[in-house]
């Protein structure tokens, strides 16, 4: 499929969505909520597909919602309940653009430069790692705009930093640091070069993907799940989700690659397709 938001690539067990559009800053127009899930479910659907690299082109990594979005359209009128029903269901789509991250079975990575903005922090958050580099900072810009972030911020970032600085940053529109970002655990790591970030998110990549994908999936699901539920069921999930992946053979191969002092090779996770 062609896509107009997105460049994509795949390469031993690593898959790269990439966004570009760098002469516009990467701003995302009506295509990119249709195209991401779409992208990231054909790079899912390939068997191969052990992590995701969320990468971008150009100066910054994205300014968040293209203007024209809100220029356009009686989408955004509110002045009758019928028009607010719309308004919400159109803000819940755009949500479920970004859900698409975490619904994902495999890792998503993001490598952020330069701006990231409004949308865009709502899209890193829901990534499950991110790195930067020392120019990129981060901006909930919506409140600038006499709006809220909506599409995942406000419930995702006060997870991943401590809640008041996560309530500054919402109220203000004050801009994020890479370095404070790093301090804060938002991001892994900062690295002065894009190309020193792109070498090193790959070789991270590069280690999920020689990991069992069946283990890592899972971990992924455990992870996920106890963010928005309590220690006790949290540990059930987890003795659940155990009890369905456990492959002894795995485990073995494992333990045989060390004793040979090579690395274990896993097969690769089925695909689904409708219908087969």
């Not at 997105?6 to 559009?21: K, M, P, V, W």
């Not at 249709?34 to 054909?42: F, I, K, T, Y």
């Not at 971008?56 to 019928?82: C, P, R, W, Y």
């Not at 938002?186 to 002065?192: P, T």
């Amino acid at each position: 499929m062609t896509y107009t938001c997105f460049e994509l690539e795949t390469h031993d067990g690593i898959a790269q969505l990439r966004l570009s559009r760098p002469n516009e800053l990467n701003s995302m127009i009506s295509a990119f909520w249709s195209e991401l899930p779409l992208a990231v479910e054909e790079l899912e659907s390939l068997e191969s597909t052990r992590v995701i690299v969320i990468l971008s082109t150009g100066k910054h990594f994205s300014s968040g919602m293209d203007f024209s979005v809100f220029q356009s359209g009686e989408h955004l009128n509110t002045g009758t309940a019928i028009d607010r029903d719309r308004m919400r269901r159109l803000v819940l789509k755009l949500q479920d653009s970004f859900n698409c991250f975490e619904r994902c079975r495999v890792p998503v990575i993001a490598a952020v430069q330069g701006a990231c903005i409004g949308a865009a922090v709502d899209l890193i958050s829901a990534c499950d790692l991110r790195y930067a580099t020392s120019s990129a900072y981060f901006c909930i810009q919506e409140i600038n705009l006499a709006m809220m972030a909506d599409l995942g911020t406000l419930q995702r970032l006060p997870k991943l930093i401590p809640e008041g600085v996560a309530r500054e940053l919402a109220y203000t529109g004050d801009k994020l640091t890479a370095e404070r970002a790093k301090q804060l655990g938002l991001v892994n790591e900062v690295f002065e070069s894009e190309d020193e970030m792109h070498e090193q998110v790959m070789a991270v990549a590069a280690k999920i993907a020689a990991r069992s994908p069946l283990a890592v999936a899972a971990s992924k699901q455990a992870i996920t799940y106890a963010r928005d539920h309590d220690v006790a069921d949290s540990l059930r999930n987890a003795a659940d989700i155990q009890s369905g992946i456990f492959d002894v053979q795995q485990v073995q191969e494992c333990l045989k690659a060390r004793n040979e002092k090579r690395e274990p090779v896993f097969p690769d996770l089925h695909s689904i397709r409708v219908g087969v």
